[in-house]
């Protein structure tokens, strides 16, 4: 299966759980459930600025075909190492959209068990079937060596 199936898939499968904690919340909440959204939007723009915003394969073709063109409009980060600050961000900006939903979710049990299980395989796909693709040797999730 090509790569670019795979990055559409496991992005879709991570807004698929993101769409069944919105469902969640938005049930129990409107309130809670607009925050909610507020906080994977936030999510989804600290993803890009701190690590898309800052790929050297932006310009050419990134193997993440849909995030790769959504972090062209962050603003353009110069190309290089990526800082402990920058994986810092992509780590909590994740965690803030998984945990948030959580006491959501749990109400019913299926439910919980339908986002982690989205989630999961979302992550899974990326890590083993785009990641080895990606052309930014830079990305620590990224298994090729830098050049010299």
């Not at 993803?47 to 050419?60: E, R, Y």
């Not at 075909?65 to 980060?77: E, F, K, V």
């Not at 190492?81 to 006491?103: A, E, H, K, N």
């Amino acid at each position: 299966m090509d790569y670019r199936v795979h990055g559409v898939a496991g992005v879709g499968l991570f807004f698929a759980a993101v769409g069944v904690g919105l469902a969640a919340v938005g049930v129990q909440s409107l309130l809670w459930g607009a925050v909610y959204l507020g906080v994977v939007l936030a999510g989804v723009w600290g993803i890009l600025t701190s690590f898309c915003a800052k790929c050297p394969c932006q310009a050419k073709r990134c193997s993440h075909i849909i995030l790769g063109p959504m972090a062209r409009l962050a603003p353009r980060r110069r190309p290089g190492p990526y800082t402990r600050g920058d994986v810092g961000g992509l780590i909590v900006s994740f965690l803030v959209i998984l945990i948030f939903p959580q006491p959501w979710l749990w109400d019913k049990l299926w439910v919980g068990l339908v986002f982690w299980s989205a989630a999961l395989a979302a992550a899974g796909d990326i890590l083993v079937a785009v990641c080895p693709r990606c052309l930014n040797v830079r990305c620590p999730l990224n298994r090729r060596p830098a050049a010299g």
